[in-house]
C-alpha cells in the first residue's frame, strides 16, 4: 500500500536559517505528491504540489521538487521567518495509468516547525 | 476561509452524550471525508462520500455514524464515544475527476473533547 515517511521533528530554527523537511513515499501507479500547512487552531492549507517526476512545486518561498528515482520529495525554504510556524505534512495522492485520480491522500505523521527571532 | 465550514469548533462530551458534528463546503465539490487527528500520530481517513454515497469506512467504530444528505453536506453523529476518540476532527472536500491532482480542501476542524 501507500506510505509516507516524514522526518521526525520538532524542528527549531532561528529566523533566516535554511529550512529542510524531508520526505520519502512508497506508492503503485503514478502518485501525486503534496506539502500541507497546519498553522495553530487551523485546518490544514495546500503549500504546493507536484504531479509527475521532476516537476518542482513551489509557493511562498517554499519548493519541493518530485524525485522519482529516490521516491522523495524533500520541502526546502531558503530563509523562514517566524510566521512559518507550523506543521507540515507530507502526502500522497494515488491515480492509475489513465490518470484518475483515486482522491484520498496519504499523510506523513507532520513535521513541527518552531521559528525563533 | 477555504470554503469548507465546519461547526462546532469545540465540542466537550459525556461518554453517554448524543452529538453532531456539521460541515458544509461551499466550492462545488462531489467528494467529502472526515480525517481524525490525534496526538502525534498521522491522519487517520474515516470515512469517504462521492457523489453522497459512502465508499470508504476505514473500519471505524459504529460510534460514529456518518450522513451526507446532499453533496455540500457532511456530518458525523457521535454516541457512547469514549476518551480515546478526543482529537480534532478535519473534513475535507474534493473534485474527483480524470487527472492526478486530488487536492483536498479542509475545514478548520472541530476540536473534541470525550469526558
Known amino acids: 500500500g501507500n506510505s509516507v515517511t516524514q522526518m521526525e521533528g520538532p524542528v527549531t530554527l532561528s529566523e533566516e536559517a535554511f529550512l529542510t523537511i524531508n520526505c520519502t513515499y512508497t506508492?503503485?501507479?503514478?502518485?501525486?505528491l503534496f506539502w500541507y500547512v497546519q498553522y495553530p487552531g487551523e485546518g490544514l492549507q495546500l503549500l504546493l504540489k507536484?504531479?509527475?517526476?521532476?516537476d518542482k512545486g513551489s509557493n511562498k518561498g517554499f519548493e519541493a521538487t518530485y524525485r522519482k528515482e529516490t521516491t522523495s520529495f524533500h520541502l526546502e525554504k531558503g530563509s523562514v521567518q517566524v510566521s512559518d510556524s507550523a506543521v507540515y505534512f507530507c502526502a500522497l495522492s494515488g491515480s492509475n495509468a489513465g490518470g484518475t485520480s483515486y482522491g484520498k491522500l496519504t499523510f506523513g505523521q507532520g513535521t513541527i516547525l518552531t521559528v525563533h527571532p | 476561509e477555504t470554503g469548507v465550514t465546519q461547526t462546532p469548533r469545540h465540542l466537550v462530551m459525556g461518554m453517554t452524550n448524543k452529538k453532531s458534528l456539521k460541515c458544509e463546503q461551499h466550492l462545488g465539490h462531489n467528494a467529502m471525508y472526515w480525517y481524525k487527528q490525534s496526538a502525534k500520530k498521522p491522519l487517520e481517513l474515516m470515512f469517504v462520500y462521492n457523489f453522497k454515497e459512502q465508499t470508504e469506512n476505514n473500519s471505524v467504530p459504529s460510534r460514529f455514524s456518518p450522513e451526507c444528505p446532499n453533496s455540500s453536506h457532511l456530518f458525523l453523529h457521535l454516541h457512547t464515544l469514549q476518551p480515546e476518540d478526543s482529537a480534532l476532527y478535519l473534513c475535507?472536500?474534493?473534485?474527483?475527476?480524470?487527472?492526478?491532482?486530488?487536492?483536498?480542501?479542509f475545514g478548520e476542524g472541530s476540536r473534541l473533547t470525550v469526558l
Open positions: 506508492a503503485t501507479g503514478y502518485p501525486s
Open positions: 475535507a472536500s474534493s473534485q474527483r475527476k480524470q487527472g492526478p491532482t486530488g487536492e483536498l480542501f
Open positions: 507536484a504531479t509527475k517526476a521532476d
